[in-house]
């Protein structure tokens, strides 16, 4: 691929990375994570986000569950939440981490229509998230690793 190909995948990225950020869909935890990147593990972040993508689509598919019983149980959908929370959190997922803390404070208020509407909330912002992503870690991976300078022989 010719480095110009390379630059404008690069800004590409850069890019999207800019408008996640400025639409408010991730906050510092996520350049926290692209501080501890490095060359023995180039891929760090796309790893710890493609965990978070799987660890809550499990969380999500257990909340989903929990809201279709009848009485809610407030105690159980606030643990969940407080570990979807937790993880959206660690990977720097701003939007996706608020809704989670509306959800608990309808949890705690025993709003069980407010539960419900928060979460249809929650797994639109934690869909339109992933995608973003994906398509961030798409161009990444299309662009190749830095090349670092070398001293010549």
């Known amino acids: 691929?010719?480095?110009?190909?390379?630059?404008?995948?690069?800004?590409?990225?850069?890019?999207?990375?800019?408008?996640?950020?400025?639409?408010?869909?991730?906050?510092?935890?996520?350049?926290?994570?692209e501080e501890l990147q490095d060359d023995t593990n180039p891929n760090f972040v796309e790893e710890v986000v493609t965990l978070f993508f799987k660890d809550s689509a499990r969380i999500i598919a257990n909340i989903e569950a929990a809201v279709e019983k009848t009485p809610l149980d407030f105690k159980k959908l606030d643990t969940y939440m407080h570990n979807f929370k937790g993880s959206s959190s660690s990977i720097g997922a701003l939007r996706v981490k608020n809704e989670c803390t509306l959800f608990k404070e309808h949890c705690q208020q025993g709003n069980g229509e407010g539960c419900l509407r928060t979460f249809q909330q929650i797994k639109r912002e934690h869909a339109t998230l992933r995608k973003k992503l994906e398509t961030y870690f798409q161009l990444l991976r299309q662009a190749g690793p830095y090349e670092t300078a070398t001293r010549p022989q």
């Not at 850069?14 to 996520?30: C, H, N, P, R």
């Open 1 to 33: 691929m010719a480095s110009a190909e390379i630059t404008q995948l690069r800004r590409q990225a850069a890019y999207i990375k800019k408008s996640l950020f400025e639409q408010g869909y991730l906050d510092e935890q996520f350049l926290q994570l």
